[in-house]
């Protein structure tokens, strides 16, 4: 069994005890490891999830966010919609890369337990008896990493930085403060999206 102290944190982070956050944290140390970097809370490292929107074990993002500190406020961890638990995880300062995705080696076991019956029948996850939360997550904790993990070679990663717009401006419509990139041209004004009426 791994030492459970990282997942206080993790607890603290995400908000709830599950499977799939503590198969993001393993996928997220494994890339770490695999690259040879530490997490950062800079932005030497971007991370992409293959998760999508509206579908089970998106949690895994968290744990992939907790582990390696790609957040979404620093810009740097996206999602490429594919519904897909793995991650590409490029270190930007040397421009490589590595993929690791979860294997479903577990999931006979996982869709059978008490936690997924539950959430099946519609149940939050914390709402479920903890140790029933726990049984899971030890499980993908406790599992040899090649049995959970597959750690794709580490590429180059032709890594194009996107540069950031750090000006705002106030909208003269609502009066609030609005990133610049996002001010929409309206007669001779220039508004935020909403008091321009523009679609996002
Ligand atoms: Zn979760
Ligand atoms: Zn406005």
Known sequence: MKDQAPLEGLLAFHGHRCWASTAGVRAGEAALRALGVEAS???????????????????????????????????????????????????????????????????????????????????????????????????????PEDEVLSVGPVEPAGWQPVREVVRFATCPGCGELVAEPYLRVLGDKMLCVDCAGYQV
Request: a positive charge; one cysteine or more; proline letters at 5%.
């Open 41 to 143: 809370g800079g932005k030497s490292l971007h991370a992409i999830v293959e998760i999508g929107d509206h579908h089970g074990a998106m949690c895994f993002a968290d744990g992939v966010q907790y582990a390696t500190q790609c957040t979404l406020g620093k810009g740097n961890i996206e999602k490429s919609h594919r519904g897909k638990l793995a991650l590409t995880l490029v270190d930007t300062a040397r421009d490589r890369k590595v993929r690791v995705s979860y294997k479903p080696t577990l999931q006979p076991k996982i869709a059978a337990s008490a936690f997924m019956q539950k959430r099946a029948g519609g149940a939050p996850p914390d709402e479920i008896p903890e140790a029933e939360q726990l049984e899971l997550v030890n499980l993908v904790l406790g599992a």
